[in-house]
């Protein structure tokens, strides 16, 4: 009679789902979303435009040249103020930057944390 000999078996089952990370450079991402305004996320009006070449104070713009560092800023912005309530239309724009769901919610639990430690420290 045959047997499975189990008693050297201690080892775990290989996780076949690829563990989320973002990057050191997309973290300072996310922290600097932090700073950001939702108006951030808008292109400047025309009045606004008049205003800065009459009166000359041109401000930097918070937009990256990195379509993929974009995305992950503008949803960092909108997660910053608005929590988990982000539009459909700009977590379909962060996933088609390249993104996937567990980076969504790896980046939503950071910044969670990061607002209630916010709080905490307010109510204080």
Not at 72 to 97: D, M, N, T
Not at 102 to 117: D, I, M, P, T
Not at 118 to 123: D, I, K, Q, S
């Amino acid at each position: 009679m045959a047997y499975l000999d189990l008693t050297g078996f201690d080892r775990q089952p290989a996780s076949t789902q690829a563990v989320a990370e973002l990057t050191a450079l997309e973290w300072q991402v996310v922290a600097i979303a932090q700073r950001d305004r939702l108006s951030s996320l808008e292109a400047p009006s025309r009045w606004a435009r008049f205003l800065a070449i009459f009166f000359g104070g041109d401000r930097a713009s918070s937009r990256l040249a990195d379509s993929k560092l974009e995305a992950l800023r503008r949803i960092a912005v909108l997660a910053w103020h608005k929590g988990y309530a982000l539009p459909k239309q700009e977590i379909a724009a962060f996933h088609a930057s390249g993104y996937s769901l567990e980076h969504l919610e790896l980046l939503l639990a950071r910044v969670s944390e990061g607002r209630s430690a916010l709080n905490e420290g307010r109510a204080r």
